[in-house]
T-cell receptor, first 111, second 119 residues
Framework: GDSVTQMEGPVTLSEEAFLTINCTYTATGYPSLFWYVQYPGEGLQLLLKATKADDKGSNKGFEATYRKETTSFHLEKGSVQVSDSAVYFCALRASGSRLTFGEGTQLTVNP | NAGVTQTPKFRVLKTGQSMTLLCAQDMNHEYMYWYRQDPGMGLRLIHYSVGEGTTAKGEVPDGYNVSRLKKQNFLLGLESAAPSQTSVYFC??????????????????FGPGTRLTVL
């Protein structure tokens, strides 16, 4: 079945550091890929998405590129801020409307 | 628009008690979903609905029932709560795609969550 694997957390960085959160997937066909963010005490919000191979999703300084050859969708940001502290979820949709989520990665950014 | 709202925000139950979680959306979305979030496991789909009067099982449906009598509401019921159902429950909704936009992704909008503890 479909699955998403994220790098284990938690991740702790200093402000302005470079961020990478790894995500790899297993799916049949050509899934769409997503990153969701969950700020403390809130529900999930869509951060960015990519619907086909080599697409790059970007939002709020975050980027992720859909790499079919490595089945990956790693999240990156060049300079993190304290306000980026949150839990980040990688997800895929292979068919229909259902999303499959990774386990989430807790990011803490210290001033 | 309030978006997706969930009631209640917190609840503590004793084993064997029953309760209903309410999800409401005011965006006229066709699809609605119930997920549970557990540490180290991400979100897992419990049940979902593709329209008023229809429901379907997700990844972890056992011990839960749902109803979608009105398009804007999606209820999640626990008939006899168990400690294994201690979790944070999230509801989500999204519009249906149609015609040329079917291949396009329609974002799921999430509610703020309900934290349930079963003792």
């Amino acid at each position: 079945g479909d699955s998403v694997t994220q790098m284990e957390g938690p991740v702790t960085l200093s402000e302005e550091a470079f961020l990478t959160i790894n995500c790899t997937y297993t799916a049949t066909g050509y899934p769409s890929l997503f990153w969701y963010v969950q700020y403390p005490g809130e529900g999930l919000q869509l951060l960015l998405k990519a619907t086909k191979a080599d697409d790059k999703g970007s939002n709020k300084g975050f980027e992720a590129t859909y790499r079919k050859e490595t089945t990956s969708f790693h999240l990156e940001k060049g300079s993190v801020q304290v306000s980026d502290s949150a839990v980040y979820f990688c997800a895929l949709r292979a068919s229909g409307s259902r999303l499959t989520f990774g386990e989430g990665t807790q990011l803490t950014v210290n001033p | 628009n309030a978006g997706v709202t969930q009631t209640p925000k917190f609840r503590v139950l004793k084993t064997g008690q029953s309760m209903t979680l309410l999800c409401a959306q005011d965006m006229n979305h066709e699809y609605m979903y119930w997920y549970r979030q557990d540490p180290g496991m991400g979100l897992r789909l419990i049940h979902y609905s593709v329209g008023e009067g229809t429901t379907a099982k997700g990844e972890v449906p056992d011990g839960y029932n749902v109803s979608r009598l009105k398009k804007q509401n999606f209820l999640l019921g626990l008939e006899s709560a168990a400690p294994s159902q201690t979790s944070v429950y999230f509801c989500a909704s999204r519009p249906a795609g149609s015609g040329a936009t079917k291949r396009s992704y329609n974002e799921q909008f999430f509610g703020p969550g309900t934290r349930l503890t079963v003792l």
